[in-house]
């Protein structure tokens, strides 16, 4: 059988990602309506007369929200974003629903009724989806995510790269520049020189310390 590697990356499906998807572009759609047309939206939802600003305002907010959605490596934070915009028109419309008029109650309590619905959708839709990863079509990824890599415990570990260290010849310091009766550090393994050794050997060189 046959098998084409396309090389391509994919996204892998997680839970709640179409979900999310379609609330986006469902935010977004929601937002050209009421930018487009708030007066009529602010009258299906039994809002006051002279809304239609705040309508605007918050059609731009489910618009950059939808794109949030569709565009970000991870949309969680837009997700709840969107959970926090519901409860924010659910607010506005119990306090600017239109109480003088029966139809106007009617319609407000139909639009509080469908914002509650879809502050559900959107915490289930927030609460079950997984940021997706890229993956290669047709290639089976091993898990390593219980491995450290070390033979051995950190603690254990700790130390073992120093105790056969020796510094390479072309690292160590020139014969002709080591003290007289001075053993090159770097020869025979010691520490590094301290910070007086170090100021020393810069006011008096090493290879011109007079001897004795």
């Given at each position: 059988?046959?098998?084409?590697?396309?090389?391509?990356?994919?996204?892998?499906?997680?839970?709640?990602?179409?979900?999310?998807?379609?609330?986006?572009?469902?935010?977004?759609?929601?937002?050209?309506?009421?930018?487009?047309?708030?007066?009529?939206?602010?009258?299906?939802?039994?809002?006051?007369?002279?809304?239609?600003?705040?309508?605007?305002?918050?059609?731009?907010?489910?618009?950059?929200?939808?794109?949030?959605?569709?565009?970000?490596?991870?949309?969680?934070?837009?997700?709840?974003?969107?959970?926090?915009?519901?409860?924010?028109?659910?607010?506005?419309?119990?306090?600017?629903?239109?109480?003088?008029?029966?139809?106007?109650?009617?319609?407000?309590?139909?639009?509080?009724?469908?914002?509650?619905?879809?502050?559900?959708?959107?915490?289930?839709?927030?609460?079950?989806?997984?940021?997706?990863?890229?993956?290669?079509?047709?290639?089976?990824?091993?898990?390593?995510?219980?491995?450290?890599?070390?033979?051995?415990?950190?603690?254990?570990?700790?130390?073992?790269?120093?105790?056969?260290?020796?510094?390479?010849?072309?690292m160590r310091t020139p014969e002709a520049l080591r003290a007289y009766g001075r053993p090159?550090?770097?020869?025979?393994?010691?520490?590094?020189?301290?910070?007086?050794?170090?100021?020393?050997?810069?006011?008096?060189?090493?290879?011109?310390?007079?001897?004795?």
């Amino acid at each position: 059988m046959h098998h084409q590697y396309s090389g391509q990356k994919h996204r892998s499906h997680h839970p709640g990602d179409s979900l999310s998807r379609g609330l986006g572009w469902f935010s977004i759609a929601l937002g050209v309506v009421e930018l487009a047309a708030p007066h009529a939206v602010a009258r299906a939802c039994g809002m006051q007369p002279g809304h239609a600003g705040l309508v605007r305002l918050y059609g731009l907010r489910e618009i950059a929200t939808g794109i949030g959605i569709l565009r970000a490596r991870n949309a969680a934070p837009w997700l709840w974003a969107r959970v926090g915009g519901d409860l924010l028109d659910a607010g506005t419309l119990a306090a600017v629903a239109d109480r003088h008029h029966a139809p106007g109650m009617v319609r407000a309590g139909a639009a509080l009724a469908n914002v509650t619905a879809i502050t559900a959708l959107d915490v289930y839709a927030a609460q079950t989806y997984k940021q997706p990863h890229d993956r290669r079509e047709g290639v089976d990824y091993a898990d390593y995510s219980d491995r450290s890599g070390f033979s051995r415990t950190p603690q254990e570990m700790r130390g073992e790269a120093m105790k056969d260290f020796e510094v390479p010849r072309d690292m160590r310091t020139p014969e002709a520049l080591r003290a007289y009766g001075r053993p090159d550090r770097a020869a025979v393994g010691a520490t590094a020189p301290t910070l007086e050794q170090r100021a020393a050997d810069v006011v008096a060189p090493q290879g011109l310390v007079e001897k004795g």
